[in-house]
């Protein structure tokens, strides 16, 4: 869905008061969970999410009815602003995601989970925005990222889903190399 600047990162104000409201709910508990174990909770649901990241590129905005005329409007027109309204991915989150981790693992670590799924998937929006929107200084990550999706861009729509990393590329052979002559001109 095309949309104003505010509405494409509405979810950066939506979800972290969110994310307040289930600790201070954590905490209210008679018997708080270790922070360790919240803080194992919260990596792994970051982690998951840079998979969570490759499949639904790869699989679903590829592949999928609607949501791929959807992303092939982002790859007619990168720069347009074509994201989720907050609150939709705010109810899908809390539906989908909060509400079957807290089910099975309880609030604290259910609620630490999907926080972790929620920082991943706000790091992979700002990610894309500045690959497409800024332009990094080189040898930085955001420059890495940036070379990475470009080629998904324009080499070749089936490689380089992941936007965060490269890694899931590397793991199912879907990376794209740039050609030898002009790796080094990329730097
Ligand atoms: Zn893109
Ligand atoms: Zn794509």
């Known amino acids: 869905m095309k949309m104003s600047r505010l509405g494409y990162f509405s979810e950066f104000l939506l979800f972290p008061p969110l994310l307040v409201v289930a600790t201070l709910w954590a905490y209210r508990s008679p018997t708080p969970a270790h922070p360790v174990g919240l803080a194992a909770l919260y990596g792994a649901g970051l982690s ?17 009815p609607i949501l791929s005329r959807i992303h092939e ?10 994201g989720t309204p907050g609150w939709a991915s705010a109810s ?23 926080a972790g799924l929620a920082t991943g998937y706000l790091w992979y929006v700002f990610v894309h925005y500045a690959t497409h929107h800024w332009r990094p200084r080189r040898n930085t990550y ?10 998904h861009h324009h080499m070749s729509e089936s490689g380089n889903f992941g936007v965060t990393t490269g890694f899931w590329d590397h793991v199912f052979g879907t990376a794209l190399e740039m050609p030898e002559g ?5 730097g």
């Open 182 to 186: 002009r790796r080094a001109e990329a």
């Open 48 to 64: 998951a999410w840079t998979l969570i990241e490759y499949v639904l590129h790869r699989a679903v905005f590829h592949h999928a």
């Open 73 to 82: 409007a982002h790859h007619h027109d990168p720069q347009d602003l074509i």
């Open 92 to 114: 899908i989150g809390i539906v989908v995601v909060a509400g079957p981790l807290c089910a099975t693992l309880g609030f604290d670590f259910g609620a630490a989970a999907t």
């Open 142 to 151: 955001l420059y890495r990222a940036r070379l990475r999706h470009a080629r």
